[in-house]
């Protein structure tokens, strides 16, 4: 089955106002840039992203705030966007952050079927609120629910037009794991080859999880915080 479509815009078409995406990337590392800049371009609204980070003010997710398409953020770190904090702080947009870890295992269960999981992360603390709590040997725990999405837009390295993927180092990140929680997976690529020209034990997420795939039209790849060693004398 060919799952490739001719471009980015065509991709974000399918998406609803009042949709909830899961975008992969940790900061800008491994985001799928395209599909949000055309998402951007299209002007669909009232989107529920969820997403490790909220991008930067002109970068990534944060081109989807600026532009007033989002209604809430499912992250668990934002501050590297100003207009994020602006809209936050104003009232204008809905925000639940969620602790790392828990943020990944919540997808990864949303991926498997799994119906919610304990963890002692947040017992206690505002995190917990309104959530039920166990004691397990003598441990408390907080029940937090799976979490999914109507669509998932994933970055890889490369993929075949049977929507397998391979992701490159870091960037694999968070998307293996949104890929397999999106009722509909979009991924982008860098490289688009045929099918068997990827080696089978190197395919990070199969392609039963990928419905669509898309050839990125050019990768900025920006650096979210540039940290250089001082010259010695």
């Known amino acids: 089955m060919n799952k490739v479509l001719a471009s980015a815009e065509e991709a974000v078409a399918l998406i609803p106002d009042g949709a909830t995406i899961m975008m992969g990337g940790f900061g800008l590392c491994g985001i799928p840039e395209n ?14 992203i969820i997403s490790n980070n909220a991008g930067v003010d002109d970068f990534g997710i ?3 705030l600026r532009n007033r398409q989002v209604r809430k953020m499912v992250s668990t770190y934002v501050g590297e966007n100003k207009e994020f904090e602006r809209q936050f702080l104003g009232g204008e947009l809905e925000v639940e952050l969620v602790p790392q870890g828990t943020f990944a295992e ?8 799994i119906a919610g999981f304990f963890t002692p992360t947040g017992f206690g ?38 929507g397998n993927l391979v992701y490159r180092k870091t960037t694999r990140n968070f998307n293996p794991m949104m890929a397999a929680a999106g009722k509909t997976t979009i991924a982008e690529v860098e490289i688009l080859v045929e099918p068997g020209q990827l080696e089978p034990d190197q395919v990070h997420s199969p392609g039963i999880y990928v419905q669509r795939i898309v050839k990125g039209a050019k990768f900025e790849k920006p650096i979210e915080q540039r940290t250089v060693r001082k010259r010695s004398a």
Do not use: C, H, N, S
Not at 35 to 48: E, V
Not at 106 to 113: E, F, L
Not at 142 to 149: G, Q
């Open 35 to 48: 599909l949000i800049a055309a998402l951007r371009q299209r002007g669909t609204k009232a989107l529920t």
């Open 106 to 113: 919540r997808i990864r269960a949303g991926g498997a079927g």
């Open 125 to 162: 603390t505002l995190v917990a609120e309104g959530k039920e709590t166990r004691e397990i040997d003598g441990r408390m725990f907080v029940l937090e629910r799976p979490l999914t999405a109507d669509f998932a837009f994933v970055k890889a390295w490369k993929g075949d037009r049977f």
């Open 62 to 64: 944060g081109v989807l």
